[in-house]
């Protein structure tokens, strides 16, 4: 399994909203041990890559299977906690390896953000959303639409109302290299493109309210949104950038929340400071947490420090609290029980390990490892079961990691791929 490498810490983590409390369902599949080896492989003729996981139960869950690892492929779905994953087709005509980016919502319902690659270029992709409310048996789609550079995110709340997030693009042409949100409250019939006030270029279509990207920093990162009105973003630069919009999209105002705790920078380190926002989840309708990491990142330097913010009104107020580690991805499943992969004992950070906080955040204990197979693809389901689906290394066939003791110990789940 890969290793990490220092100075990538900075590795951007998919956004997820995390659905709340557990669900009781029945055991789940029999599982191999870790020290044991898989004994069924996808039937597919490549190797395949599980990304985009969302366990939506211990039993039910969703993904999207990339032959060889190479982007985005087909949509597959399970109802026997990951043993056997059923291929999805989308509606006639959508070619499923254009597939940008994914909202799995829960058992049911998912949209899928899909580009028509014979009519893009690589500064404007044009897109249709599908769209399932039965476990992907029926599809409906939305009228084709226009997106400046590449459409890297997607979020519905309700059959209404959703988002398509999208980052610069490659092309020379104008447009190419804007940050544009696309905002809709009708199911995609209609979008609205909002984008910073320096991007709009006059265009009477195009709504001035996206934060400007921080000078020196980087792009604005995808929004995640709670309700139909009320949603987050962070972005990459030498200030705490984290703005709240109350009002679906359109206007967006800084978050006032607490100083990075734990000791002040040097001197010597202020010229080269930097923050992140990573990982942004909601816990609850009022409970969100917030991963911020704080470093100096010259030379081969990673972020070093990370806290998390949390609030428990909604945004009204915010708790920071240190963490042990650098975090390099997360997943709570209530206000009180997350997990996080950082760096290993002593900070070491080639050797990933698990822990996991039952009061919200304030202590974290050493759940397992170190262990190779630690990876961004990290989804508890309840306060015991989670999963990771590790990626794929020398042409092996990906696998799917289990536990159901609250992540002391892993087994392998042989998953076939119909």
């Not at 945004?315 to 997990?339: C, K, M, Q």
Request: net charge negative.
């Amino acid at each position: 399994m890969p290793k990490i490498v220092p100075g990538l810490l900075v590795t951007a983590i998919g956004l997820v909203v995390v659905a709340c409390g557990s669900q009781p369902v029945a055991p789940g599949p029999a599982a191999t041990p870790l020290r044991k080896p898989v004994t069924a492989v996808p039937t597919f003729a490549e190797s395949l890559l599980l990304a985009r996981l969302r366990m939506i139960s211990p039993q039910t869950g969703w993904a999207v299977a990339a032959p060889g690892g190479k982007g985005l492929g087909h949509l597959v779905r399970t109802t026997d906690g990951g043993a056997h994953w059923e291929a999805i087709r989308l509606p006639a005509g959508l070619n499923t390896p254009n597939i940008d980016a994914v909202d799995f919502h829960d058992a049911m319902q998912a949209w899928v953000l899909v580009v028509l690659g014979a009519e893009s270029t690589a500064s404007r992709e044009l897109a249709v959303v599908a769209s399932t409310a039965d476990g992907g048996r029926r599809w409906s789609t939305t009228p084709t639409f226009s997106i400046d550079g590449h459409g890297s995110g997607i979020q519905f709340i309700d059959a209404g109302h959703g988002w398509v997030f999208a980052t610069p693009g490659a092309g020379g042409a104008i447009g190419a290299g804007d940050t544009t949100l696309y905002r809709t409250g009708d199911g995609g019939q209609h979008w609205q493109a909002i984008k910073p006030a320096s991007e709009v270029r006059g265009a009477p279509a195009v709504f001035a309210g996206l934060p400007e990207a921080c000078p020196m920093g980087g792009p604005i990162g995808q929004p995640v949104f709670t309700d139909s009105q009320t949603g987050w973003l962070g972005a990459f630069c030498q200030q705490p950038f984290f703005y709240v919009t109350h009002d679906g999209g359109h206007g967006w105002s800084r978050q006032n929340v607490p100083a990075f705790p734990g000791s002040p920078p040097s001197s010597a380190e202020l010229p080269y400071l930097q923050y992140y926002v990573d990982s942004l989840q909601r816990l609850s309708p009022t409970d969100v947490v917030v991963f911020f990491h704080r470093g100096v990142t010259t030379g081969a330097n990673a972020l070093q420090a990370a806290a998390i913010y949390l609030t428990h009104d909604g945004g009204n107020s915010w708790t920071a609290i240190r963490l042990p580690y650098a975090e390099l991805a997360a997943n709570f499943v209530d206000p009180t029980h997350g997990w996080m992969i950082a760096a290993g004992p002593g900070g070491n950070t080639e050797q990933r390990s698990l822990y996991s906080t039952v009061d919200g955040g304030r202590e974290w204990r050493l759940a397992d490892g170190p262990h190779d197979y630690f990876g961004p693809e990290l989804n508890f389901v309840d306060t015991t079961t989670g999963f990771i689906a590790p990626g794929t290394v020398l042409g092996q066939p990906a696998t799917l990691l289990r536990t159901t003791d609250a992540g002391s110990t892993w087994a392998h789940v042989a998953s076939v791929i119909n």
